[in-house]
C-alpha cells in the first residue's frame, strides 16, 4: 500500500536559516510520482514540484532544492535563506497512476513557522 | 487563465442536512478530483472524474458522491450529514489524466457542521 511519512510535524527557525522538511515514501509501483504542496493560511494547495519515479536528478529552484533518492525512499525539500513568507504547512504526496486515475496520497505536513 | 473555483468558500450545515458542493476547474482541464482534510485525518481522497466517468474512489461511506458535467465542472454531495464530517473539501484540476503537469487545487470550501 501507498504511504507518505513526514515525521517532522511542527518546525520553527529564525529567518535566514536553511531547513530541511523529510518525506518517506512507500510503494511497490515501479512508476510513481511524488508532489510537494504549499499550504498557507488560506487553504490553498500550491503546487511546488513534481517528481516521477525515473529522474532522480536533484533539483533547484531559486532557494528551493529537492533531493530525490529511490534508494532510501526519500524525497526531501529544503529551503535555503528561509523568509517568513516561507511560513505554511508543506506537504509530500505520492500518486502511483492506478488505471490513469488520479490519486494522491499525502503525507500528515510538516507545519513551518519561519521566526523574523 | 482563472484558477480551479469552488463555491462556496464557507458553510455551515446541521447534521442530517444534505450538502453540494461546486468545483470549476481550470479551462481545457478535464479531470477533477476532490479530496477531505481535518485535523485528525489529514488529505484524504475522495474521487476522481474524468470526462463525466468517476475512475477512482477512496474508502468513504456511500453518503459520499460526486458527480461531472461535460463541461467538466465536478459536484460532490454529502448526504445525511454528521459532525465528522466538518472539514475542507479541496478540488484538484488536471491538465492530464496522468497529472504530468501537476494538479492545480482550489481554495476548498470548508464545511461545519452543528
Known amino acids: 500500500a501507498q504511504k507518505v511519512t513526514q515525521a517532522q510535524t511542527e518546525i520553527s527557525v529564525v529567518e535566514k536559516e536553511d531547513v530541511t522538511l523529510d518525506c518517506v515514501y512507500e510503494?511497490?509501483?515501479?512508476?510513481?510520482?511524488l508532489f510537494w504542496y504549499k499550504q498557507p493560511p488560506s487553504g490553498e494547495l500550491v503546487f511546488l514540484i513534481r517528481r516521477n519515479s525515473f529522474d532522480e536528478q536533484n533539483e533547484i529552484s531559486g532557494r528551493y532544492s529537492w533531493n530525490f533518492q529511490k534508494s532510501t525512499s526519500s524525497f526531501n525539500f529544503t529551503i535555503t535563506a528561509s523568509q517568513v513568507v516561507d511560513s505554511a504547512v508543506y506537504f509530500c504526496?505520492?500518486?502511483?497512476?492506478?488505471?490513469?486515475?488520479?490519486?494522491?496520497?499525502f503525507g500528515q505536513g510538516t507545519r513551518l513557522t519561519i521566526n523574523p | 487563465k482563472a484558477g480551479v473555483t469552488q463555491t462556496p468558500r464557507y458553510l455551515i450545515k446541521t447534521r442530517g442536512q444534505q450538502v453540494t458542493l461546486s468545483c470549476s476547474p481550470i479551462?481545457?482541464?478535464?479531470?477533477v478530483s476532490w479530496y477531505q482534510q481535518t485535523p485528525g485525518q489529514g488529505l484524504q481522497f475522495l474521487f476522481e472524474?474524468?470526462?463525466?466517468?468517476?475512475?477512482n474512489k477512496g474508502n468513504f461511506p456511500g453518503r459520499f458522491s460526486g458527480r461531472q458535467f461535460s463541461n467538466s465542472r465536478s459536484e460532490m454531495n454529502v448526504s445525511t450529514l454528521e459532525l465528522g464530517d466538518s472539514a475542507l473539501y479541496l478540488c484538484?484540476?488536471?491538465?492530464?489524466?496522468?497529472?504530468?503537469?501537476?494538479?492545480?487545487f482550489g481554495s476548498g470550501t470548508r464545511l461545519t457542521v452543528v
Open positions: 472524474y474524468f470526462s463525466e466517468t468517476q475512475r
Open positions: 510503494t511497490r509501483d515501479t512508476t510513481y510520482y
Open positions: 479551462s481545457g482541464h478535464r479531470s
Open positions: 484538484a484540476s488536471s491538465q492530464t489524466v496522468e497529472g504530468y503537469y501537476g494538479y492545480t
Open positions: 504526496a505520492l500518486s502511483e497512476q492506478p488505471q490513469g486515475a488520479q490519486k494522491l496520497v
